[in-house]
């Protein structure tokens, strides 16, 4: 983020190191990743690490939250994934009927090869064994309830819900590891910390909302300028480019006034705004957004 300062920030929680250990125990019985990384940003929302535990398992990439990302861009994600680095990936809401069904049926496919190694050899055959990981709210505890039929995971719209490891059955057909989001102990580039923390991968108590919530302000306006001006009832005729800052702020302050962010005397009451507008964007008000381009 702007802030030169914000590179002081802890993220990385103590608790993830842990975690990855916890991980690193489990592998041996785990057939499958299951990566959950978040549609609208679905480059900084993969860990590599996780593809490094996971070099000898299967793999497949879920790319959740697909209803509120930009549908286009998502079709570019999964080509780029599919076609150029060869993974299996599916983009899927995880509250809809119709794609966990999908997902199902490609969970079946890499139990396949399991059930028939069993019958070749005339023993009984086992679940596949699902390794659910990704950075923290990407949705990998709302996938395990849906796939079990019942609320087994704790789910919250915020990060870092899920503290501990562990197994969960599903019939005879699956064996799911839930696992806290990882988190990378360094972020790769401000602009990976900058989506992440947008999306709600990162703790919004140790993040600047305000210096966030006007980055994505400007990150919206450049793909979604006529959704911005609709929702907020600016416009954007004042600014000269995208560098613009003083202006653009004062279309962001014009915003938030709109939206009744006013203080006693008058004043805007920008911190307020900040959290509207992250809330607005996050449960998909604004518009269906994709923060990032393959
Ligand atoms: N709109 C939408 N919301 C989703 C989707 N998947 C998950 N959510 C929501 O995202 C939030 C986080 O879901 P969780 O299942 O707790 O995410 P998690 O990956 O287990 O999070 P941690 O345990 O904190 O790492 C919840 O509010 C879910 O309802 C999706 O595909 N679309
Ligand atoms: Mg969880």
């Not at 103590?14 to 250990?21: E, N």
């Not at 390794?131 to 990407?138: D, S």
């Not at 989506?195 to 919206?220: H, N, Q, T, V, Y």
């Not at 709109?258 to 307020?272: A, F, S, Y």
Request: hydrophobic share 40%; proline share 4%; charged share 30%.
């Amino acid at each position: 983020m702007a802030d030169r300062n914000d590179r002081n920030i802890q993220w990385y929680p103590g608790h993830m190191a842990r975690s990855t250990r916890q991980i690193k125990e489990q592998l041996s019985r785990v057939d499958l990743l299951v990566e959950v990384a978040d549609a609208r940003v679905p480059l900084s929302s993969r860990n590599p690490l996780l593809s490094e535990l996971s070099r000898n398992k299967e793999h497949l990439l879920l790319l959740s939250h697909a209803d509120l990302a930009d549908p286009t861009v998502t079709e570019d994600w999964l080509d780029f994934y599919i076609q150029k680095e060869k993974l299996r990936a599916l983009a899927v809401c995880l509250n809809s009927a119709v794609d966990l069904a999908r997902l199902r049926k490609e969970l079946t496919k890499f139990h396949q090869p399991i059930l028939e190694r069993a019958q070749s050899k005339g023993r009984q055959s086992r679940p596949l064994r699902i390794l659910v990981g990704g950075v923290p709210n990407t949705g990998k505890s709302t996938l395990i309830n849906a796939l079990i039929g019942k609320r087994s995971a704790p789910v919250e719209s915020r990060p870092g819900v899920t503290r501990t490891i562990r197994w969960l059955r599903v019939g005879t057909e699956f064996e799911l590891l839930d696992s806290p989001g990882l988190l990378e102990a360094k972020i790769s580039s401000d602009d990976a910390a900058f989506a992440l923390a947008a999306s709600g991968a990162i703790k919004d108590d140790i993040l600047p909302l305000e210096d966030l919530a006007f980055r994505l302000f400007r990150e919206i306006y450049r793909h979604y300028p006529a959704d911005l001006a609709d929702r907020y009832e600016v416009n954007f005729d004042a600014l000269t480019d995208e560098e613009d800052f003083v202006n653009f702020y004062e279309i962001y302050l014009e915003a938030a006034q709109h939206k009744g962010c006013i203080l006693t005397g008058g004043r805007i009451d920008t911190e307020r705004f900040a959290r509207m507008f992250l809330a607005d964007f996050r449960s998909g008000k604004i518009a269906r957004i994709s923060l990032e381009r393959p």
